[in-house]
């Protein structure tokens, strides 16, 4: 039984005259998942929106290590389950599904 408790991605893009970092956040706690992005463009006030999910939104939630994990997995298998799907959380935050 693997679970991410905790998660951090950072993006910097160095791109003339603004460069920008993305960042995002995950906690889990006993009542489902945090999602915390920042977004900052050159010198501008840094742009943040958080997120909030239950315990039963999140359940099964297959995040980007835990893909990696299961991606090894399969290969090595040789094989896919049919119907292989997983919740996971695509790049804006929001809850979406990923299937294999």
Known sequence: QLETLEQEEQECLELRPHPT??????????????????????????????????Q??????????????????????HTVPPGLVFPAIDTEGQLCTSSY
């Open 56 to 77: 039963a939104e999140v359940r099964g939630l297959l995040l980007e290590g835990a893909s990696l994990l299961l991606l090894r997995v399969l290969a090595r298998r």
């Open 21 to 54: 970092e993305k960042s995002t956040h995950i906690v889990s706690h006993p009542n489902g998942m945090n999602i915390t992005k920042t977004l900052q463009e050159g010198e501008a006030e840094p742009q943040c929106q958080s997120f909030s999910y239950s």
